[in-house]
T-cell receptor, first 110, second 115 residues
Framework: LAKTTQPISMDSYEGQEVNITCSHNNIATNDYITWYQQFPSQGPRFIIQ???TKVTNEVASLFIPADRKSSTLSLPRVSLSDTAVYYC???????????FGGGTRLMVKP | KAGVTQTPRYLIKTRGQQVTLSCSPISGHRSVSWYQQTPGQGLQFLFEYFSETQRNKGNFPGRFSGRQFSNSRSEMNVSTLELGDSALYLCASSFRQLDSYNEQFFGPGTRLTVL
């Protein structure tokens, strides 16, 4: 399984765009890149998933360069409620065995 | 539709006891995975059950076991509890399609405290 590296923590202010970058140098050809969000005392929640280029949904965008060795989760105009831990995961359909790294603790300030 | 439910939400046990946690997946989901989350080790995969069979297992001792019933509900059991077993235990369910990524839906977790 590819190992991921992401910043331990980030601070932002309400209304700003937040970009969290994840490095995954050993990503395999059939691996997807997925981001989960977790609030305190809750289970993680799927945010977005991509394989290459750019993916956008109603809450975030995911940018993946051509070499796929990194990816960037972009959260537009964050609010206080976006304060959470964000996990970058890389893997294929390996039997639902998710491997979580340390995650990035995002703190949004007023 | 209803999300993943876990019972109980909170549990306090003493060392040496055993505990059983329950998870009801989203209707129609046949895969249930269990995770342990601690401040020191983060989120770690315990095991996955699909169609009443354990399909994958993480690196945990044999004190941790589980099972899945015909209605896809799952239980996990921890015997001879140790202080280090104090954690948030999370259950996740999915469809488990073989040829595509399976988004997992997590429950709220069971907070186990071992005294």
């Amino acid at each position: 399984l590819a190992k991921t590296t992401q910043p331990i923590s980030m601070d932002s202010y309400e209304g700003q765009e937040v970009n969290i970058t994840c490095s995954h140098n050993n990503i395999a050809t059939n691996d997807y890149i997925t981001w989960y969000q977790q609030f305190p005392s809750q289970g993680p929640r799927f945010i977005i998933q991509g394989y290459k280029t750019k993916v956008t949904n109603e809450v975030a965008s995911l940018f993946i360069p051509a070499d796929r060795k990194s990816s960037t989760l972009s959260l537009p105009r964050v609010s206080l409620s976006d304060t959470a831990v964000y996990y970058c995961l890389v893997g294929s359909n390996a039997g639902n065995m998710l491997t979580f790294g340390g995650g990035t603790r995002l703190m949004v300030k007023p | 539709k209803a999300g993943v439910t876990q019972t109980p939400r909170y549990l306090i046990k003493t060392r040496g006891q055993q505990v059983t946690l329950s998870c009801s997946p989203i209707s129609g989901h046949r895969s249930v995975s269990w995770y342990q989350q601690t401040p020191g080790q983060g989120l770690q995969f315990l095991f996955e059950y699909f169609s009443e069979t354990q399909r994958n297992k993480g690196n945990f001792p044999g004190r941790f076991s589980g099972r899945q019933f015909s209605n896809s509900r799952s239980e996990m059991n921890v015997s001879t509890l140790e202080l280090g077993d104090s954690a948030l235990y999370l259950c996740a369910s999915s469809f488990r399609q073989l040829d595509s990524y399976n988004e997992q839906f997590f429950g709220p977790g069971t907070r186990l405290t071992v005294l």
